[in-house]
């Protein structure tokens, strides 16, 4: 009876199993979800006033993925959540999932953001992409976990001639450690070097090797010890009043770990001096 509701009723708001939404692609004849299924998916949300508050593809650039869920069985418990609207889809399908504020309201233990507002519904919608089992979506993520190694494999390979050549036209004499993090001294600075457990005040500027800046500090106080190894033993080099280039291979700063603006497997360099010791 649903379906047929559906196929008369595009983009027609109706409750259907206890969620309120709104179809605006349906095909009968497509594949059902089912529980335990990953779906991958579009999504964008909205508040009540259409203020679009996520939206996978443009914050990501990636569609979103989720497991369809048994909905709750317990005595009271509200069947209009957005997990359970998947539960009402095919794949190809596009619809809207309208959650009823009120409905956070009593189940969310803190106050909702002042763009959450009593009486409106929060908007999900929804356009499926795929449908796998557990066993097909984790084959994939295993098949997508080997070719990203084999990729990184290639990048770091040619590593040390990307250092190499950074160093050659940099025009500045670099030394190089056991560790293979490499220092150019600018001003080396005078008393006792910095030790681990020690925090220290610095200036730093931090590049990829080719000049693209992701961060910079002023007069900011870094805890030996707790930060990647290769900036560690970059300040344990230094004295106040130092300044110094170094170049941080990717095996001695953040690996093959992604870190908010530094990818995976990056060469990091970053231009040092150390203020004083805190």
Known sequence: AAAMLVGCGKDKVEVIDGVKIQFHAHDDKAQKLKDGDIITFDLVI?????????DSRKDSGQPS???????????????????????????????TILVPIDSLI??????????????????YTVKVIKVQ?????????????????????????????????????????????????????????SGPSPQMGETWVVNYRGTFLNGKEFDKGS???MPLGQMIPGFNEALTLMKAGGKATFVIPSSIAYGDQPRGPIPA???????????SKK
Do not use: C, H, W
């Open 65 to 95: 993925k989720a497991m369809i869920q048994t909905p709750q069985a317990a005595p009271g418990a509200f069947k209009g959540t957005f997990e359970n609207g998947l539960r009402l889809l095919s794949l190809g399908d596009s619809a």
């Open 106 to 123: 009593k189940t969310v233990q803190a106050p909702l953001p002042p763009f959450l507002k009593p009486g409106t519904d929060l908007k």
């Open 133 to 189: 089992s557990k066993a097909e979506f984790e084959k994939e993520m295993e098949a997508e976990a080997a070719e990203a190694k084999k990729k990184a494999a290639v990048e770091l390979a040619k590593e040390p001639a990307l250092i190499a050549d950074y160093i050659a036209k940099s025009g500045k004499k670099f030394q190089k450690t056991a560790s293979g993090l490499q220092y150019s001294t600018e001003k080396p600075g």
């Open 46 to 54: 909205k508040n009540g006033a259409d203020s679009v508050l996520q």
């Open 219 to 221: 007069a900011a106080e």
């Open 265 to 275: 497997n990056s060469v990091l360099v970053f231009e040092l001096e150390v203020v």
